[in-house]
């Protein structure tokens, strides 16, 4: 009982210590972008470990701005958060004791500090081993910059009074930083106020990119071992049938973790401080707990952000249940069962036309499997699925493999177009169970006639039954509910209004045109869904998911400093590429 009460009120505290910070950061904030605010606040920042005024409003704000980087660390229970909120509250603790001398506010800071102390064995949470160093570079860069335009101000400067010492304008330089005043005096105030207030600007700009830098938490480079690989293989043999997106989990720019039986795994890739899987677990359902309660331990382990992106409604459930995840709807997957399938009927009319106008332009198709394919054969479509790519950029994480013509993906289905002996098109789909398949790679020429996709789905779909295929998923329509409900009569006016925001995002992103592109096949909506913890981790998981789909991508600079390169991802075969969008809507991007 007694642990039980311990780890309750550990808990309890670390949650009062992180959201004291985050309120302290916030009035911070306020208190610098509204001024006339400042003498009504008075009185409750002298109840807080702080100074009760700030020396200008850019201490203030970027002061609150770290307390709220730091409160998020707390709340990750990240360890180098305790320590710098232990040495931020015992420096506000002796500077209310010798300069303040406000007794209410010492008192508060011994409070804090013993709530920091009595919790410490809850901040276990580690951060990013790299950035230590990359953060030191970025001081001592900052710093050489500073002090290399502070002294030369000083030296061609005729403001300065008599002829200081070198050891004298440097202190006053190194005083700068911190907004006070050294031994050197100058003449007129102008000069004097824009020296101290730049070197200001850059001491408290440079104090707060390395304190994020310190704080943020690790980004371990992704990868699929051979013999992880093998094993998800394996599960995927007998538990493959499940989810259509199981078989992207062989992607070899994601990491694995394992339920302790090993029949059950998630693939995921830590982006931005959030640990994002992608699917369902692969394997055996009732070992998904498993395998979730060892994703939980690990995400706490490094104070990472669980989400999980693209999950079935069942995937969901469990997430639910083992961890506690909210979900919202992503979208729908469009499955079409070969069975009930055909061109018949007026809902079909513009499949119909556009394959007899395809027909007609004397276009050859063919569908093989990836293991019927010659290498040189596989070359040629490489180089032309990189050209017909262009300088777009290369997509894909959860709903994509990022390779073509591996010998390991032999199951693998291509479909290709050809007219006068050139390859004009080709659809690359992964195997789904035995008796499935899921869309990976749509792309074509541009010169190409419209429709050619659409022909090469439906020649698809019509060998299938050779090839003992009774299923298959296409594209993935994103928020596909709130576009098809929004445009029917009686839709309220949220609906109108989400569905006009979607069509207008439609002009950057493909979202309106896969759901019309898909609807075309009279296809079986799945939903897919978005686990995440709170809605205030939306925000960072948005922004992980669109890196991840390299919807957003890092400066080639900023790679190279925090060692994040391009051979973190590098294919393991030389046939290895990377999906984005081609000429029509991208699939399942």
């Known amino acids: 009982?007694?642990?039980?009460?311990?780890?309750?009120?550990?808990?309890?505290?670390?949650?009062?210590?992180?959201?004291?910070?985050?309120?302290?950061?916030?009035?911070?904030?306020?208190?610098?972008?509204?001024?006339?605010?400042?003498?009504?606040?008075?009185?409750?920042?002298?109840?807080?470990?702080?100074?009760?005024?700030?020396?200008?409003?850019?201490?203030?704000?970027?002061?609150?701005?770290?307390?709220?980087?730091?409160?998020?660390?707390?709340?990750?229970?990240?360890?180098?958060?305790?320590?710098?909120?232990?040495?931020?509250?015992?420096?506000?603790?002796?500077?209310?004791?010798?300069?303040?001398?406000?007794?209410?506010?010492?008192?508060?800071?011994?409070?804090?500090?013993?709530?920091?102390?009595?919790?410490?064995?809850?901040?276990?949470?580690?951060?990013?081993?790299?950035?230590r160093w990359f953060a030191l570079r970025l001081f001592l860069w900052s710093l050489i910059a500073g002090l290399g335009y502070g002294l030369s101000a000083l030296y061609f400067s005729n403001r300065v009074v008599g002829n200081p010492s070198f050891w004298s304008r440097l202190q006053e330089v190194l005083f700068a930083f911190v907004g006070v005043n050294g031994p050197v005096h100058m003449r007129g105030g102008g000069f004097n106020t824009a020296l101290h207030v730049t070197l200001l600007i850059v001491g408290l700009t440079t104090l707060l990119l390395v304190a994020l830098l310190i704080l943020r938490p690790p980004e371990p480079v992704a990868r699929l071992s051979p013999d992880e690989e093998e094993r998800i293989r394996a599960l995927l043999g007998d538990q493959g049938k499940r989810d259509s997106l199981g078989y992207f989990a062989t992607r070899r720019d994601k990491s694995v973790v394992w339920s302790p039986t090993g029949k059950a795994a998630i693939a995921y890739?830590?982006?931005?401080?959030?640990?994002?899987?992608?699917?369902?677990?692969?394997?055996?359902?009732?070992?998904?707990?498993?395998?979730?309660?060892?994703?939980?331990?690990?995400?706490?382990?490094?104070?990472?952000?669980?989400?999980?992106?693209?999950?079935?409604?069942l995937g969901a459930t469990v997430f639910k249940r083992e961890m506690g995840l909210s979900a919202l709807a992503l979208g729908d997957e469009a499955i079409v069962h070969i069975g009930d399938f055909g061109l018949?009927?007026?809902?079909?009319?513009?499949?119909?036309?556009?394959?007899?106008?395809?027909?007609?332009?004397?276009?050859?198709?063919?569908?093989?499997?990836?293991?019927d394919i010659g290498p040189s054969e596989w070359q040629d479509v490489l180089a032309a699925a990189a050209a017909w790519r262009g300088a777009e950029v290369e997509r894909g994480f959860s709903m994509a493999l990022s390779r073509l013509g591996d010998p390991a993906d032999g199951d693998c289905v291509l479909v290709t177009a050809y007219r006068d002996g050139a390859l004009q098109g080709l659809l690359h789909f992964v195997p789904w169970g035995r008796d499935g398949l899921s869309l990976d790679l749509m792309r074509r020429d541009r010169a190409t006639d419209n429709g050619l996709n659409e022909?090469?789905?439906?020649?698809?779909?019509?060998?299938?039954?050779?090839?003992?295929?009774?299923?298959?998923?296409?594209?993935?329509a994103v928020f596909r509910d709130a576009i098809e409900r929004g445009a029917k009569i009686g839709a309220g006016p949220f609906l109108r209004s989400w569905r006009r925001i979607l069509v207008f995002a439609s002009r950057w992103w493909q979202i309106e045109s896969l759901y019309r592109f898909n609807v075309k096949f009279q296809p079986e909506w799945h939903p897919r869904l978005v686990s995440f913890p709170s809605a205030r981790d939306l925000p960072r998981i948005v922004l992980a998911a669109l890196e991840a789909e390299a919807f957003l991508v890092r400066p080639p600079l900023l790679r190279r400093l925090m060692r994040h390169d391009a051979e973190c991802c590098e294919p393991s075969s030389p046939g290895a590429v990377h999906p984005s969008s081609g000429p029509m809507p991208s699939p399942k991007s």
């Not at 009062?16 to 009185?43: E, F, K, M, W, Y």
């Open 455 to 476: 022909y090469l789905i439906v020649q698809l779909i019509e060998a299938c039954p050779g090839l003992g295929i009774d299923r298959v998923s296409l594209n993935f």
């Open 344 to 371: 018949q009927g007026r809902s079909m009319r513009g499949v119909r036309q556009a394959c007899t106008r395809v027909e007609r332009g004397g276009y050859e198709v063919r569908v093989r499997r990836g293991a």
């Open 1 to 131: 009982m007694a642990r039980r009460l311990s780890a309750g009120y550990r808990r309890r505290a670390t949650d009062v210590i992180a959201t004291s910070a985050a309120l302290l950061g916030i009035l911070a904030i306020i208190t610098a972008a509204v001024p006339g605010q400042r003498d009504h606040l008075q009185d409750l920042t002298g109840l807080l470990p702080m100074p009760a005024t700030a020396a200008a409003a850019s201490v203030t704000a970027l002061s609150g701005l770290l307390l709220l980087r730091v409160a998020a660390a707390l709340r990750k229970r990240k360890r180098r958060a305790w320590r710098l909120a232990v040495a931020a509250t015992s420096a506000m603790a002796v500077t209310f004791v010798v300069r303040e001398r406000d007794p209410g506010g010492l008192v508060v800071s011994l409070i804090l500090l013993g709530l920091l102390w009595s919790t410490r064995r809850s901040f276990t949470a580690g951060s990013d081993p790299t950035t």
């Open 269 to 313: 890739r830590v982006v931005h401080g959030v640990a994002l899987a992608s699917g369902d677990p692969v394997g055996d359902p009732e070992a998904w707990p498993g395998a979730i309660a060892a994703y939980r331990r690990m995400v706490t382990e490094h104070g990472w952000t669980a989400a999980v992106f693209g999950c079935s409604e």
